[in-house]
């Protein structure tokens, strides 16, 4: 009992004798300066700042980020024009495909559902699934060519064209921040970036 007890004392921790002192008072650990704590305090922060730079800073070649993808942009631009388009689109009671196939028609009627396919960079499949819709709806007819029976061209009715002139007011040139010959050169570069990407695809099959 006696070497357990002096053991306790010799590493560090105090008791309490009869008269109230304390024993071996040298292992009682003694405050740390107000200096040495703010001394170590900013050493601990320019520490963790250096760890936040080194998080921060560019990847290295070959390591890009989402957000320096170009078709990223592009594709979640894509999203966002129709987040914008939403409403527009909603009080017309029209998807965006069916929009874009009433203003083609519009600028110029009576074109094959191979040609209007091609405008509005359409598979068959998935065109003529809107232009029955479109036709439902009484926007728009579907005759067979007399010269060409094989060829089905579609016109806007009436109706078809009046609804084209409602929905002139959607707009997203101010929605865009852009100035409009800012808004106009970046149409014709996102323009030219599709035709040239069709190309090399075309090249490669």
């Known amino acids: 009992m006696g070497a357990k007890l002096h053991k306790f004392v010799s590493e560090g921790c105090p008791m309490t004798l009869k008269d109230g002192s304390k024993d071996n008072p040298k292992a009682i650990p003694k405050a740390i300066p107000k200096d040495n704590l703010k001394a170590n305090l900013k050493a601990n922060l320019k520490a963790n700042s250096r760890d936040h730079s080194k998080a921060r800073q560019k990847p290295a070649a070959g390591d890009r980020r989402l957000a320096d993808f170009l078709c990223f942009a592009i594709y979640s631009a894509n999203l966002a024009y129709g987040r914008a388009y939403k409403q527009g689109l909603d009080e017309l009671g029209l998807t965006y495909p069916q929009w874009i196939a009433i203003v083609a028609l519009w600028e110029e009627d009576g074109q094959t559902v191979s040609d209007l396919g091609d405008k509005m960079f359409l598979e068959s499949n998935t065109l003529t699934p809107v ?7 009484g ?37 865009s921040g852009l100035k409009p010959d800012e808004f106009a050169r970046l149409q014709k570069s996102i323009v030219t970036l599709r035709d040239t990407l069709i190309k090399a695809t075309a090249e490669e099959e």
């Open 131 to 137: 232009l029955k819709k479109l036709e439902a709806m």
């Open 139 to 175: 926007y728009l007819r579907r005759q067979r060519d007399p010269v060409d029976e094989r060829q089905v061209r579609v016109s806007l009715t009436d109706a078809g064209r009046r609804l084209r002139e409602k929905g002139m007011h959607m707009k997203l040139v101010k929605s």
